[in-house]
Nanobody, 114 residues
Framework: QVQLVESGGGLVQPGGSLNLSCAAS????????MGWYRQAPGKQREMVAS???????NYADSVKGRFTISRDNAKKEVYLQMNALKPEDTAVYYC????????WGQGTQVTVSS
């Protein structure tokens, strides 16, 4: 089972940018569909973006054009570049790795506030 560690969260003003990283341990990173999810207080966890082993990406409508997911198989890392951040992007962001089962990281807090 893959283990995931997120980093890069923090406090940013509206309109600002953050770049989240997720480092994976274990073998066979390149076969996983990697994803970013988020969960705001009182809300269900939702998919933000995903990327397949062949770099096919998918985004939630709410982040299209603002967020970009990418992966580096050699480094076993996945990234989420977040631009034009809005207060409604405030949430705990989780990295996921899916093959036969889905593994989760511990999450990193992103707060967008002036």
């Amino acid at each position: 089972q893959v283990q995931l560690v997120e980093s890069g969260g923090g406090l940013v003003q509206p309109g600002g940018s953050l770049n989240l990283s997720c480092a994976a341990s274990g073998n066979s990173f390149s076969i996983y569909v990697m994803g970013w999810y988020r969960q705001a207080p009182g809300k269900q966890r939702e998919m933000v973006a995903s990327i397949t082993p062949v770099d096919r990406t998918n985004y939630a409508d709410s982040v299209k054009g603002r967020f970009t997911i990418s992966r580096d198989n050699a480094k076993k890392e996945v990234y989420l570049q977040m631009n034009a951040l809005k207060p409604e992007d405030t949430a705990v962001y989780y990295c996921s790795a899916t093959a036969l089962i889905r593994s989760w990281g511990q999450g990193t807090q992103v707060t967008v506030s002036s």
